[in-house]
């Protein structure tokens, strides 16, 4: 499935400060998921996911979501989508995470917690 999606990255927003410490902590080359509900993942990423359309080496950011807004914390390589029906796990390694980020606030209001991003062409 490598290279499916090109122009599409995963957004995954985490809310606990301890998450962002942990990832941190970690640094790149590291691996490490996340998981979510189904209601908090974007119908577009799910209907991937089961349709066995969602690329391995998917690109993704983990985003920490504060009052100020968002704060990229890691950019990520997805290795896998784990189905487990009523949540989904994230596996992915870690490229690069804070403080060596670029252009690390961005003004967001997700209407989801993971889903997709489109990229410029």
């Known amino acids: 499935m490598k290279g499916v999606y090109p122009l599409k990255t995963l957004q995954m927003i985490i809310r606990n400060e301890w998450l962002v410490d942990s990832l941190v902590s970690l640094g790149s080359g590291f691996t490490s998921h996340l998981a979510y509900h189904n209601k908090d993942i974007e119908p577009e990423v799910l209907e991937d996911i089961r349709a066995n359309r969602f690329g391995e080496e998917q690109p993704g950011e983990v985003i920490h979501l504060s009052p100020k807004g968002g704060r990229r914390i890691a950019k990520v390589e997805i290795a896998k989508a784990n189905d487990f029906e ?17 252009n690390g606030l961005i003004a967001m209001e997700p209407q989801y917690l993971c889903y997709y991003r489109k990229n410029p062409a």
């Open 86 to 102: 009523s949540f989904v796990r994230f596996d992915f390694r870690l490229l690069e995470v804070r403080p060596f980020l670029r």
